[in-house]
C-alpha cells in the first residue's frame, strides 16, 4: 500500500470535518423557539444518537460534537490504512445529507436550495480530494 502523506490526509479529512461542522451548526439553528427556551424535550433530529443529546442540553450535544470531530480526525489523519481514507468519504457523504435536510426547511426554495448545498458540498469535497493527490478514477487504494 502507498503510504500517503500526513498532508494528503488532511485534505481528505477537510470535507468531513467541514460538513460535519455544518451539519451539526444546522442543527442547532435548527431548534425551536421552544428548545432554546429551555424545553429541550421539543429537540427535532433524526439522527438516533444525536436526538437524545439534544434532548439533554445543547451544550452536551455540542461538547460530544467535539470529542466526535477529535476522534475523527485522529483516525484519518493518523491510522495508515485504507479504510480511512473511505472513512472520511463515508462521514462527508453522511453529514452532507444530513446538513441538506436541514436545508430543506427554508421554505418553497427548499428543495433547489438542497440542490445548490450538495453541488457546492460535491465541488468543494472534489476539489480537496484532487488537492490530496487522488484521481476520481482512482479513488479506490
Not at 479504510?83 to 427548499?110: C, D, E, F, N, Q
Amino acid at each position: 500500500m502507498k503510504s500517503e502523506s500526513r498532508k494528503a490526509r488532511l485534505w481528505w479529512l477537510a470535507p468531513a470535518a467541514g460538513l460535519f461542522v455544518a451539519d451539526a451548526s444546522l442543527t442547532l439553528a435548527g431548534q425551536s423557539e421552544q428548545y432554546w427556551a429551555g424545553e429541550y424535550g421539543a429537540a427535532v433530529e433524526g439522527n438516533p444518537i444525536a436526538h437524545p443529546l439534544l434532548v439533554r442540553s445543547p451544550w452536551l450535544f455540542a461538547s460530544l460534537a467535539v470529542v466526535w470531530l477529535a476522534i475523527f480526525s485522529a483516525v484519518i489523519v493518523f491510522w495508515r490504512h485504507p479504510a480511512a481514507k473511505w472513512m472520511a468519504v463515508l462521514i462527508a457523504v453522511a453529514h452532507a445529507i444530513g446538513g441538506a435536510s436541514w436545508v430543506t426547511r427554508v421554505g418553497s426554495w427548499g428543495l433547489m436550495a438542497v440542490g445548490v448545498y450538495i453541488a457546492l458540498a460535491a465541488q468543494a469535497a472534489g476539489w480537496c480530494w484532487r488537492r490530496a493527490g487522488n484521481r476520481s478514477e482512482r479513488f479506490a487504494s
